[in-house]
Structure formats: C-alpha cells, structure tokens
C-alpha cells in the first residue's frame, strides 16, 4: 500500500500515531501495534548554502561588524556563546535581510560550514575532530553532500591511449 499510494515514510508513521491515540486515548482500548509495519525514514541529505550566500548572510548580520569571533560564532557582547535560541534568531534575521533562500537554521550554518571545508580540502579527520563526532561514519555525510570531488575524478582509461 505504501508503495502503491506513494505515501510519505512521515505521513504512514503519523497516520499509525493517529490511529494509536484515537483507539488508546478516545476509545481507552490497547491498539495491538505488532501487526503495523513502521516503515523507516529516509535519511535526507544536510541542506546547505552555497560559499557566496554564505557572505551575503553573514555580511547583512548585524554582527558582521563585529565578525571577529574569538571562539564563537555568535558571541555575546562580553564575549561568550548566545543560547541556542538567540543565535538562531540572529541568523534567521540575517538570512531574511540577505534575501538568501533559508534552508534551515544553525544545523544548516553548521553543514554549510563542514560541506565548504571539505570542498576546500581539508580532511574528513580534522573536520571530525571539529565537529566532535566519534565516529568517522557520522562525518563521513558531508561528502555525500559534497559533489565537487566527483567530477575532479579522472578515469584511469583516460591516460590510455587506444
């Protein structure tokens, strides 16, 4: 049925919760879930932004004039980090005065930033030391993201001459 109606893995899982609550919470029934197949959820790539967006975000910020981050990006006035929820608010400000298309918010600042290194060629084992990731499986994402490496690739064929 899935397959057939083309349905969302999101849009089955929410439909199986609805029907859950409704026997559960309306009816005050046990829903016997065993029979239910939860499909599992794709895993979607990391949105980023592209290096010259990335400029015009952080350019139209009202901090870049103070963009000399000593260990934060987003640091407060006396130094030190912003919650999480302030510098997603000033991001957010930045990118709607950029008029960059918004992507998403820190998580994609943080992706942008990673998927640009790599491209610059920084290896995958210093950015996963950055990142403080344990597994180099984790880090490893980004150069799905990344696609500038595969069309360097040369085929070996190429140096032949046939």
Same mark, same amino acid.
């Given at each position: 049925?899935?397959? *057939?109606?083309a349905? =969302?893995?999101?849009?089955? /899982?929410?439909? $199986? /919760?609805?029907?859950?609550?409704?026997?559960?919470?309306?009816?005050?029934? *046990?829903?016997?879930l065993? @029979? #239910?197949?939860?499909?599992?959820?794709?895993?979607?790539?990391?949105? $980023?932004? /592209?290096?010259? +967006?990335?400029?015009?975000?952080?350019?139209? =910020? @009202?901090?870049?004039?103070?963009?000399?981050?000593? *260990?934060?990006?987003?640091?407060?006035?006396?130094?030190?980090?912003?919650?999480?929820?302030?510098a997603?608010? #000033?991001?957010?400000?930045?990118? +709607?005065?950029?008029?960059?298309?918004?992507?998403?918010?820190?998580?994609?600042?943080r992706?942008?930033?990673?998927?640009?290194?790599? +491209? =610059?060629?920084?290896?995958?084992?210093y950015?996963?030391?950055?990142?403080?990731?344990?597994?180099?499986?984790?880090?490893?994402?980004?150069?799905? #993201?990344? /696609?500038?490496?595969?069309?360097q690739?040369?085929?070996?064929? @190429?140096?032949?001459?046939?």
């Open positions: 049925m899935l397959l *057939e109606q349905y =969302s893995f999101q849009t089955v /899982n929410q439909s $199986v /919760n609805a029907i859950k609550l409704y026997y559960q919470g309306y009816l005050k029934r *046990e829903f016997e065993q @029979d #239910v197949i939860r499909p599992k959820t794709g895993r979607q790539l990391p949105k $980023v932004w /592209n290096k010259e +967006e990335m400029r015009k975000i952080l350019k139209t =910020s @009202d901090y870049y004039k103070e963009f000399k981050p000593k *260990e934060y990006l987003f640091e407060g006035q006396f130094g030190g980090k912003y919650s999480a929820t302030s997603g608010n #000033v991001l957010s400000k930045a990118i +709607e005065k950029s008029g960059v298309p918004k992507r998403g918010g820190l998580h994609s600042l992706h942008s930033f990673v998927t640009h290194l790599l +491209e =610059s060629g920084t290896d995958l084992r950015i996963q030391e950055l990142l403080g990731h344990n597994s180099s499986k984790t880090t490893e994402i980004y150069t799905h #993201v990344s /696609n500038k490496y595969l069309q690739i040369k085929s070996p064929l @190429d140096d032949i001459n046939i």
